[in-house]
């Protein structure tokens, strides 16, 4: 599903218009954003967290030339899956079950 389509289905689950859906969608989001900006938690009982948290540096390699390079430490946004999503995930079909067999 993309952006489009979810709108689409706030929408119609909603019985609001659809650029009501996307507005209030877009709020959503940048609600989110601003309070990771600042270095906040984001909570949605059932649903989920958002939240910012630290990537340790490391070392990598470059593909090109095999050589090793220094990954600074740099802050990432995360989510923790809630309760309710999880056990909705878990009901999802297995998508590796629905897939044809590989014809080598």
Do not use: H
Not at 6 to 23: C, H, K, Q, T
Not at 90 to 101: F, G, T, V
Request: proline share 8%; no cysteine; hydrophobic share 45%.
């Amino acid at each position: 599903m993309n952006k489009k389509e979810f709108i689409s289905e706030v929408a119609n689950a909603s019985a609001i218009p659809r650029a009501l859906a996307g507005r209030v969608l877009e709020a959503a989001m940048e609600a989110i954003v601003e309070a990771l900006a600042r270095g906040e938690t984001v909570s949605v009982t059932g649903f989920g967290s958002f939240s910012v948290r630290w990537r340790a540096a490391r070392v990598g390699r470059n593909p090109r030339t095999r050589e090793n390079i220094e990954i600074p430490q740099a802050k990432v946004p995360a989510f923790k899956p809630g309760k309710a999503l999880k056990n909705a995930a878990r009901r999802a079909p297995d998508l590796l079950a629905m897939r044809p067999p590989a014809v080598y």
